[in-house]
């Protein structure tokens, strides 16, 4: 009930702002009057939808919760979306890692994996899409300063429906996965 008696207290203050402050009459009609009218119906709209989101999470609190802590999920993620220094710190401590094991026994997988990302980072070819919650890195074919014609024809470009093959790894929560996988076992016991 309580929630009833501040729409009451928010129309009445609205109520005295509207009497207090009116247009003059060189202002009707003008395109200062439709501005005013604008903006108060979008103020109106936001307010009731505010109103109807406050009834609602009062009438239905789990349905509230789950939006609630989805939003809040989503803003974490967000938060913690790794960009492109922190792949280049992960890369960094992996390659120091895998330099301290004899190259007799390292992994073979891991340390072709770390080499095609050198390789890749070398030839200026990696690219880094955040998407807000997760980043993907991808390997393109060309150079991003590269002006010759193969590089900037629209035809010989990575296409949208073969970026799968070409996404190197997958950023989420401070961590690059792929990277995290291939060298789980990179030294002698990888077997």
Request: hydrophobic share 40%.
């Amino acid at each position: 009930m309580r929630f009833f008696s501040l729409s009451n207290r928010v129309a009445s203050i609205r109520a005295r702002i509207d009497n207090t402050f009116s247009l003059p009459e060189r202002f009707k009609g003008s395109f200062v009057e439709r501005l005013t009218n604008y903006w108060k119906s979008l103020l109106t709209d936001y307010k009731d939808v505010a109103v109807g989101v406050v009834k609602e999470s009062i009438n239905k609190p789990k349905k509230a919760m789950f939006y609630g802590g989805l939003g809040y999920t989503a803003y974490l993620c967000g938060k913690r979306n790794p960009g492109e220094e922190d792949f280049t710190m992960q890369f960094r401590l992996a390659t120091n890692n895998m330099i301290l094991v004899h190259p007799s026994l390292q992994n073979p997988n891991s340390d072709a994996y770390l080499r095609r990302l050198q390789e890749a980072i070398n030839q200026n070819r990696l690219r880094f899409l955040s998407l807000g919650i997760f980043t993907l890195v991808w390997e393109d074919l060309y150079d991003s300063d590269d002006c010759t014609y193969p590089a900037i024809c629209e035809y010989t470009k990575v296409s949208f429906w073969s970026i799968p093959q070409h996404v190197v790894d997958v950023g989420f929560w401070n961590k690059f996965w792929r990277l995290k996988w291939e060298l789980h076992n990179y030294d002698a016991n990888y077997l």
